[in-house]
């Protein structure tokens, strides 16, 4: 009904009554106009019917009482009248175009085209019908025909800049930005503190990367209009994208101050807080949004990890736990609690997770994040298990069965390890993480060397800067005996996992091969400090010492 409303009042023009209507109904009309203005609206309608009464053929008292009912909400009644008008006069422009408004708030958009079309046959220079119209042709998708529409409106109004930004909006979205700048261009001249248009414009220049040229423009905006809010915000883009996080926030705490209750502003210096650090402030900004709106899933999982990064992780798992299990977002969460429990308490993240079973929450991914904490305790035939179900559940998803995979290689199943890996295979035959398996297990066993090979650069297409992947192909080199190439690929290996023991060792052992024995300790002493198994420490050691007796 505010639609109907809205058109109404746009819609009122200076000559409602056309030449048509006799004398005395004539005066009944404008008594009635009086009548309405002194704010005395049935005496007025009233007044109108009488004056229909006296004169039943005018097609313009027909269409003063629709206009009458449609400010009263009376849609039926409105449609009624002002159709009557038509069938006396088909050429009623203002009966046209309250009709087809009519028909456009129910919905009927090719109805309300044909009125809005017959509407400016009949009074071309009517801006109002060319306006709607084109926006029914933007809502049906016919871009071409509501640009068409609002060049006609242009050939007789050539300085409206509601219609040249209208225009350089749909040109941007086309695409066409040449055309929308020069649009905005326009109005600009017309009036250069016009702010859709500079704030419209400044986008178009991020879109094509001349953020400097954006920026001048949205301080423009703030010259004339310091408290916009869509300026202080695009501002704060370009600075995020630049990661300059201090003068992102302070443009959008500017925006705070004046509009306290903007929640997505709100999420945004939250995320920023977190960003830099203040997780305080962090956990203050979520906690404001989770007050206003409880279930807000988002704001709870970045309060959660605000809490996480402080430090308080018992209270990042009790926010986590709040997550709606059937939210886009449970997942994440899942997954983070998973991790928390896995870096601190195995035993209690099972607790956890299995209690989320028992609630009846059995999603593939709490049976995938439980199978990875018994994994953690090295209990692998429960991990198996849970992993199993999942897969029966799920299907073969490559992820599940990858790490079906790794937990038959920990409990020392090698065989069936790679078996599952060639299933993975089956499914995609480029999966990144079972080829390198696949290759650097027949690498290590000093077995078909070639295949090893081949496998591990079809990995590295996909995954090109893995470290793991790149010392796998450095050890297939190394087994092949070409020293030279395994030292390039494990030193590049090195420089992106610089924290590894594996790699270090496998450097330690490229350098001894080459008699460099200082390199040599050097990377075994490193993968020594990193490394946490004790048998591989007493291998490394016995490398150290045999390495300090050679040199």
Not at 513 to 524: P, R, T
């Amino acid at each position: 009904m505010r639609k109907i409303l809205c058109f109404v009042f746009l819609s009122l023009i200076p000559s409602l009554v056309l030449a048509e209507p006799t004398a005395e109904s004539m005066y009944l009309f404008l008594r009635s106009r009086f009548e309405e203005k002194a704010a005395r609206p049935e005496v007025a309608l009233s007044l109108l019917k009488e004056a229909e009464v006296l004169d039943p053929t005018s097609s313009s008292i027909k269409t003063y009482l629709g206009l009458f009912y449609l400010k009263k909400g009376e849609l039926e009644k409105a449609k009624a009248y002002i159709q009557g008008a038509l069938e006396l006069d088909g050429k009623n422009d203002l009966a046209l175009f309250l009709l087809a408004g009519i028909h456009s708030s129910e919905g009927d958009l090719e109805t309300a085209i044909r009125l809005y079309e017959r509407c400016i046959e009949v009074r071309p220079e009517r801006k109002d019908a060319h306006l709607y119209l084109a926006s029914l042709y933007l809502a049906k998708g016919e871009a071409d025909k509501a640009i068409k529409t609002y060049e006609s409106l242009l050939s007789f109004d050539e300085g409206n800049v509601i219609v040249l930004f209208y225009l350089g909006r749909i040109y941007a979205e086309r695409k066409q930005y040449d055309k929308a700048r020069e649009c905005y261009g326009q109005i600009l001249q017309i009036d250069p503190t016009f702010e859709p248009a500079l704030i419209d414009l400044g986008l178009l220049y991020e879109i094509e990367g001349e953020e400097d040229k954006a920026f001048d423009l949205y301080r423009k905006v703030l010259e004339s209009n310091p408290e916009s809010r869509e300026a202080k915000t695009r501002m704060a883009n370009i600075f995020l994208r630049k990661k300059d996080y201090g003068n992102a926030l302070r443009q959008l705490e500017d925006v705070l101050k004046r509009e306290k209750d903007d929640l997505s502003i709100r999420e945004k210096v939250g995320l920023l807080h977190l960003e830099m650090g203040r997780f305080d402030d962090a956990i203050v900004d979520f906690s404001l949004i989770l007050s206003k709106e409880p279930k807000n899933d988002i704001a709870r999982f970045y309060l959660a990890h605000a809490l996480r990064e402080k430090g308080e992780t018992q209270r990042a798992i009790e926010e986590l736990l709040k997550v709606d299990p059937g939210s886009d977002i449970f997942k994440d969460a899942l997954r983070v609690m998973a991790f928390i429990f896995l870096r601190s308490d195995a035993d209690e993240g099972i607790r956890v997770f299995q209690g989320l079973m028992e609630k009846g929450i059995a999603h593939v991914e709490v049976l995938r994040y439980l199978s990875m904490l018994f994994e953690e305790k090295k209990e692998y035939a429960k991990a198996l298990e849970l992993l199993e179900e999942a897969i029966k559940r799920e299907g073969k998803d490559p992820d599940l069965l990858y790490q079906l995979g790794v937990v038959y290689e920990k409990k020392g199943e090698t065989d069936m390890a790679l078996r599952v890996m060639e299933e993975i295979l089956s499914v995609d035959p480029d999966h990144p993480d079972a080829l390198n398996f696949i290759g650097y297990t027949l690498a290590e066993a000093g077995k078909d060397l070639d295949r090893a090979e081949d496998m591990i650069v079809r990995a590295l297409k996909r995954k090109p800067d893995s470290g793991y992947i790149v010392d796998s192909l450095g050890w297939v080199y190394y087994r092949k005996g070409d020293l030279k190439a395994a030292l390039e690929q494990i030193t590049r290996a090195h420089e992106l996992l610089p924290e590894d023991p594996t790699i270090s060792l496998h450097l330690g052992q490229i350098y001894e091969d080459l008699g460099d024995w200082e390199k040599a300790l050097q990377s075994y002493r490193e993968a020594l400090s990193l490394e946490k198994d004790e048998k591989k420490r007493r291998e490394i050691e016995e490398r150290i010492e045999r390495v300090e007796k050679e040199r």
